[in-house]
T-cell receptor, first 114, second 114 residues
């Protein structure tokens, strides 16, 4: 049973470019969460999605960031017009249930903005 | 929202000794408390979790205790080994309708010296 998959693992962008991060949840999991981890910090919740629905985006910046989880295909975290402060590791996690359930993390995408 | 404090930020022990990491949380209605281990450049991996209806849970050399009255929980690792060296994160879910949202502590860098 494959775990949570993320790609790319490393992404380098110049300021002003767009970054697209992909996450495929574990088989049988319909709940996806995105977290951001700054150097030497804990993970911060960004957004929670189910198929075709954004349930909670309270941790995501209002501008330049968006997320989706289409009916078919992976969940996408999109960052437009990246700035240096967006450099971080972005992890997605998935769970089979919603309430207080175990979340399994992917390997992360390390975004570097030059 | 939930606030999680984690101590110490770094911990160095000799191989074979025990290690204890402590976390406090603010939301008295939180009901799920996982612990993750993250090796450098790797994904956070769940090592143990506890729910609010139990006070202690053990899995081989790892144990977690929960004190709901004091709103703190602790990770105990006995007979530490060099491969236990990593960053450990505690987390707690928010209560009510947001009980999918994990709030993480800032992490403890554990070093086990051979």
């Amino acid at each position: 049973n494959a775990g949570v998959m993320q790609n790319p693992r490393h992404l380098v962008r110049r300021r002003g470019q767009e970054a697209r991060l992909r996450c495929s949840p574990m088989k049988g999991h319909s709940h996806v969460y995105w977290y951001r981890q700054l150097p030497e910090e804990g993970l911060k919740f960004m957004v929670y999605l189910q198929k075709e629905n954004i349930i909670d985006e309270s941790g995501m910046p209002k501008e330049r960031f968006s997320a989706e989880f289409p009916k078919e295909g992976p969940s996408i975290l999109r960052i437009q017009q990246v700035v240096r402060g967006d450099s971080a590791a972005y992890f997605c996690a998935s769970s089979p249930l919603r309430e207080a359930d175990t979340q399994y993390f992917g390997p992360g995408t390390r975004l570097t903005v030059l | 929202g939930e606030n999680v404090e984690q101590h110490p930020s770094t911990l160095s022990v000799q191989e074979g000794d025990s290690a204890v990491i402590k976390c406090t949380y603010s939301d008295s209605a939180s009901n799920y408390f996982p612990w993750y281990k993250q090796e450098l450049g790797k994904r956070p991996q769940l090592i143990i979790d506890i729910r609010s209806n139990v006070g202690e849970k053990k899995d081989q050399r790892i144990a977690v205790t929960l004190n709901k009255t004091a709103k703190h929980f602790s990770l105990h690792i006995t007979e530490t080994q060099p491969e236990d060296s990593a960053v450990y994160f505690c987390a707690a879910t928010e209560s009510g309708g947001s009980n999918y949202k994990l709030t993480f502590g800032k992490g403890t860098l554990l070093t086990v010296n051979p």
